[in-house]
């Protein structure tokens, strides 16, 4: 039964910053993609960050480029986003997902992911 689990989330003030993990398991974390969606009330889910299977490649939503970053840990079937320079626009409900791909693949649609996590809320007050 593949599991993945969110944590980190929470409440920070605005220019704080946050280390979210997804901790994965029943499945082979090596050979999946990963990436983070988030989804704000009343608006749909979009991406914000994906990581290729090696780590070689990495893509940001333009909203989190330069404030986010995306690492994974294949030893320890862990992904993380760690969020700088928060923003009350950033607060939403965080997930990560995994995906099958080939070793520098990133992926951005979130139809071409097959896993999801429940999700960690992350609120950012001004």
């Known amino acids: 039964q593949v599991q993945l689990v969110e944590s980190g989330g929470g409440l920070v003030q605005a220019g704080g910053s946050l280390r979210l993990s997804c901790a994965a398991s029943?499945?082979?974390?090596?050979?999946?993609?990963m990436g983070w969606f988030r989804q704000a009330p009343g608006k749909e889910r979009e991406f914000v960050a994906t990581?290729?299977?090696?780590?070689?490649?990495?893509a940001y939503a333009d909203s989190v480029k330069g404030r986010f970053t995306i690492a994974r840990d294949n030893a320890k079937n862990t992904v993380f986003l760690q969020m700088n320079s928060l923003k009350p626009e950033d607060t939403a409900v965080y997930y990560c997902?995994?995906?099958?791909?080939?070793?520098?693949?990133?992926?951005?649609?979130?139809?071409?992911?097959?896993?999801w996590g429940q999700g960690t809320q992350v609120t950012v007050s001004s």
């Open positions: 997902a995994a995906g099958t791909g080939g070793s520098w693949v990133v992926i951005m649609e979130s139809q071409k992911y097959d896993y």
């Open positions: 029943g499945l082979t974390f090596s050979i999946y993609a």
């Open positions: 990581i290729s299977r090696n780590s070689g490649n990495t």
